[in-house]
């Protein structure tokens, strides 16, 4: 009487390949040392390496332990590495790799078990850069600021930010230095301070332009290459960069601030 | 085991809860939060709603067009009196978002802008592109680090309400990362936990919307209200679930069957044209979209995909690319990841998908429930605004409204409950711990959660789909009770502290099989077709005997009781539901 069943997760009739996932387990209860473990799983053409995962533990390994919710590359809760680069698993689709698929947890930080690490780090820097808006003039009481599209247009992309970490494990400098706030909180920092209702560039700069702020960035880029939401932090810390010089020019030459 | 104490506790930190946590703070900086969810904040599933959110900003629009357009595309099932709340604060609401730097899409001339939804007189829908549930969630995520006093629990697992003497006094969680037992305590508890549509095997919903909030409130002797009210949305793409946001049909996008024919004019929507057109044709209410779907599939109209799906097609294509790109970029993104379709070039192919759960947590127009200090708001809570159907784009604003409300309701109560006698919660806890232990300890058992899970999956789609009907509810009924007996012999096979997602999963199973219960069971009582609730036994609206707000109390171990509420008719007196041509 109802629409047809459609099983979720279940493996259809259709087009099955079998794939080998060699997945890097480590409970820290019982496993001295990571090791890595190996599972065939039958998959549709359809899959995503995150459906594999929830075949493995729906149906081989019950143990294996894993972030995920939206299954559509918006909550940034499934970053892995998968075959040695950092992916969301719920964008990589099992048709586009081998039939060997490595998959690792994000690398640069701090493993808690199996593939889910330690993300404080993001959500303290988060913070540290002020990752909010200051008001240039207070707002009016119920009448929303103009912003014109192209004034928004201005720091859009950088509001796509997910803060799936990506670009953490792609970072030799997130690698280096443990207090390097990194590329998505920096690029957050600099979403608001273009964003033309905004007016707390300068008092974000006592952090990014800290000693571990924008300078730490050697500009190597690979947060930009993984980045899935085309946020482009590396260009985000140029632009700080830039801005920031200015702003020491500037204030040598008695000009005052520049926000 | 860690106790905290706290001044206002929330359970949840999607849109509900963190603005229920940032209304406690502006209110009185003084108040400790304790603001605990089991994900990351910005996790939370209001990041993936996509359309937007209704709030009246300009003529023609009035606050009584989206009063009217609300209880009637909820059946008449809403409280009137809530409804008049709501559209009263939605516009502040959505106004203090802006404020706080949500990147609102605008207007040439950098007013906010705002496009048409279905169900909805006029365009009062706000949007950030369709992204909108995103930047919601990470403007309220970012704006409340601004407070101190908000103190989050990330990746902390509510389990159990601590009550004494009528009054909510605290919870029971367990922290995921290390497995540690955690006790909160406080005067105000908030619950935000979000939709349960995980009851259903094919949903919008992510993986954590597994009702475990509306549960546990349930448990603690708290009614779930008009919970049988389940809304399917017509858009989804076969085989995820993920969906096609109503913008896309708001923008002129259409529906079409095999033959290539806007079928939706033969359910008393047309005529199809002029196009796009408010409350007819595609820009109907979600029901009976998803509702004339059903009856296309009956006739054999609709599409085989390659897996074996039943589709019909959204086709967007008159749009054009850059328009697409600028208003929808969304819709493109993910029906090209997910089903290989690019929308610019060809129709995408969709069905009608499990997506909100109108029916919640019972409580009045103020978020409070009748245990005295709790509170709930959000999708997990049934105000009730949405009645027998919800409009798109209102809860997002819904979820603002009265989560802002909630938190003031309870700040107010923990100020006056300063000097509460202390309560020995000891038996209450070790109660909470030992099931979960219980569940830890067993080792053997012949239940697992798939098998369980699958077969309630089966039962729900099966009894409690898009159509009803007497006999398939009876039987899931006692189904439910059958896979609620064996739940207490599941064994699971990870027995670690850290990070265990298989207990979590276990627990969430749990839930899912008690809301599952008073869903088929609140179904079978409601012997009329309203809203979202067809039956095919009874196809018509009764007035006159069920004209009321549906209560499920639990039985504890044994079936939930059905009883009733009436409804808040304040003003405007049942009528019929026009769309279409007729419609005004
Ligand atoms: C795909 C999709 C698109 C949508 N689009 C729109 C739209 O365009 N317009 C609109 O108005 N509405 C839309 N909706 C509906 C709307 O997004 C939701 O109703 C709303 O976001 C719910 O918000 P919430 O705060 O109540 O819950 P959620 O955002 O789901 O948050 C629930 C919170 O509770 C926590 N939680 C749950 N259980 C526990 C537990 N046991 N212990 C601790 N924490 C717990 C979670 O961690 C989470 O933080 C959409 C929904 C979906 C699924
Ligand atoms: S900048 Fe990109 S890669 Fe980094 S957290 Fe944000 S979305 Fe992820
Ligand atoms: S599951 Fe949400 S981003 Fe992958």
Known sequence: ?259 | MQTFHADVIIVGAGGAGLSAGIAVAEQDPSLRVALVSKVYPMRSHTVAAEGGAAAVIRAPDTLEDHFRDTVSGGDWLCDQDAVDLFVAEAPKALTRLEHWGCPWSRAEDGRVQVRSFGGMKNERTWFAADKSGFHILHTLFQTSQRFPSIQRFDEVYALDLLVAEGAVGGLTGLSMQTGEAMVLLAPSVIIATGGAGRVFPFTTNGAIKTGDGMAMAYRAGVALKDIEFMQYHPTGLPGTGILITEGARGEGGILVNKDGYRYLQDYNLGPPDPWPRRKAMEMGPRDRLSQAFWHEQKKGRTIKTSAGDDVVHLDIRKLGEKFIDERLPMVRELSRAYVGVDPVVAPIPVRPVVHYTMGGIDTNIDTATDLAGLYAAGECACVSINGANRLGSNSLTEILVFGTRAGLQAADRARSQVDRPATNWDAQIQASFGKVSGLMARTAGNESIVGLRGQLHGLMEGAAGIYREDAPLRAACAEIAGLRRRYRELAISDHSKVFNTQLFQALELGAMLEIGEAMVHSALARRESRGAHQRLDFPQRDDVQFLHHSIARSGGQDAPSIEHKPVNISRWPPGERVYGGAAK
Not at chain 1, 93 to 104: G, L, Q, Y
Not at chain 1, 146 to 174: E, F
Not at chain 1, 216 to 229: L, R, T
């Open chain 1, 1 to 259: 009487m109802n629409p047809s069943p459609m099983p979720v997760s279940a493996v259809g009739a259709n087009a099955l390949r079998t794939i080998t996932l060699e997945v890097f387990r480590f409970r820290p209860e019982q496993d001295p040392l990571p090791s890595w473990q190996t599972y065939q799983v039958p998959c549709r053409e359809e899959w995503v390496v995150l459906d594999a995962l929830n075949y493995i533990k729906d149906h081989l390994d019950g143990s294996l332990s894993y972030r995920w919710s939206c299954h559509m590359a918006v909550c940034g809760s499934c970053g892995m590495m998968i075959n040695g680069k950092p992916i969301l698993s719920c964008k990589a689709f099992v048709r586009d790799f081998p039939d060997h698929i490595r998959v690792e947890p994000l690398g640069n930080l701090t493993v808690i078990r199996d593939l889910v690490v330690k993300q404080e780090r993001l959500l303290a820097n988060l913070s540290a850069v002020k990752s909010w808006l200051i008001p240039k003039t207070p707002a009016a009481a119920d009448e929303p600021y103009r912003q014109t599209p192209v004034q928004l247009d201005q720091y859009r992309h950088l509001s796509m930010c997910i803060n799936c970490l990506l670009c953490y494990a792609a970072c030799p400098q997130v690698a280096l230095n443990e207090g390097y706030l990194g590329p998505a909180a920096l690029a957050l920092a600099h979403r608001y301070n273009l964003d033309s209702r905004d007016g707390g560039t300068f008092e974000r700069m006592q952090a990014t332009a800290s000693a571990d702020g924008i300078w730490e960035c050697s500009f190597v880029g690979e947060c930009s290459e993984v980045c899935p939401k085309h946020v482009d932090p590396a260009g985000a810390i140029q632009q700080m960069k830039l801005a920031s010089s200015l702003d020491w020019f500037a204030r040598r030459l008695g000009l005052g601030e520049r926000s």
